[in-house]
């Protein structure tokens, strides 16, 4: 079902943890699975660059889940923001040889802790904010909102 280079990432993950300090953090849910990502940049200036110099994550979640956020990190540890913000969910199963179709759902929450970390920095940073992650952002937030307020109802109907 999974293979080796999943089973590798989420025996072994890579860049587990929480910075602190992060200059960004994203996190993202899925309503279907209730997989949790939190991603942590650490941004270092070189000249006009901007590079991805230190990255964690912490993942409540499947192995799919788990391996998508260890491979992420290591796929854009030392890219500048705009190279890490071009990693695709098919970037990311292929790097992990491949991921069975119903997990398919776990690179793009991978891919959407990213943009949410990144798009965390830039705002904290009153940097210009490019309009497709804007667009991504504003799409995340309503599916978070969703999330919250599925949860809620959740915790009312345990309580009756």
């Avoid at 025996?11 to 953090?25: Q, R």
């Avoid at 650490?42 to 990255?55: D, F, L, Q, Y």
Wanted: proline share 3%; aromatic share 6%.
């Amino acid at each position: 079902m999974y293979t080796d280079k999943v089973l590798e990432y989420f025996h072994k993950p890579k860049n587990l943890g929480k910075i602190k300090n992060a200059d960004g953090v994203g996190k993202v849910g899925n309503l279907s699975c209730g997989d949790m990502m939190y991603l942590y940049i650490k941004v270092k200036k070189e000249g006009k660059k901007e590079i991805i110099s230190n990255i964690k994550f912490q993942t409540f979640g499947c192995v799919a889940a788990i391996a998508t956020s260890s491979a992420i990190t290591e796929m854009v540890k030392g890219k500048t923001i705009e190279e890490a913000l071009e990693v695709s969910k098919s970037d990311i199963i292929e790097s992990l040889e491949g991921l069975p179709p119903i997990k398919i759902h776990c690179s793009v929450l991978a891919t959407e802790a990213l943009a949410e970390a990144i798009y965390d920095y830039l705002l904290n940073n009153k940097r210009p904010i490019p309009k497709s992650l804007e667009e991504k952002h504003n799409s995340i937030v309503k599916s978070n909102e969703i999330l919250a307020e599925r949860y809620e109802e959740w915790i009312e109907n345990q309580q009756e």
